[in-house]
């Protein structure tokens, strides 16, 4: 059975940083398109950061420049650097990744999601 797993969230004060991890495991095809979103109580989940297969990125307005995703195609996991972090930056974040499964079959999946809270 495929899931994904995260890890790496926690509480940092403002201007810390953290690294998410999340990987992909079971098995399957091939992964492309992976992401990060992150849900603030009361708000509606959006996109922090997302990687193409070859490397292409994109990212929110609101993080260009702090954080950083990549991946390790060998390893199945993406991660995402968070530097300079901000308060409004708390919530959880939860990977998402485009897979392809061996009968051909497409899925997105979603981690289970790791809190980040940014606190004094």
């Known amino acids: 059975q495929l899931e994904l797993v995260e890890s790496g969230g926690g509480l940092v004060q403002p201007g810390g940083s953290l690294r998410l991890s999340c990987a992909a495991s079971?098995?399957?095809?091939?992964?492309?398109?992976m992401g990060w979103y992150r849900q603030a109580p009361g708000k509606q989940r959006d996109m922090v950061a997302r990687?193409?297969?070859?490397?292409?990125?994109n990212y929110a307005d609101s993080v260009k420049g702090r954080f950083t995703i990549s991946r390790d195609n060998a390893k199945n996991t993406v991660y995402l650097q968070m530097n300079s972090l901000q308060p409004e930056d708390t919530a959880v974040y939860y990977c998402?990744?485009?897979?392809?499964?061996?009968?051909?079959?497409?899925?997105?999946?979603w981690g289970q999601g790791t809190q980040v809270t940014v606190s004094s």
């Open positions: 998402n990744q485009d897979i392809w499964d061996t009968s051909s079959q497409f899925t997105n999946y």
């Open positions: 079971g098995s399957f095809f091939r992964i492309d398109g």
């Open positions: 990687i193409t297969r070859s490397g292409r990125t």
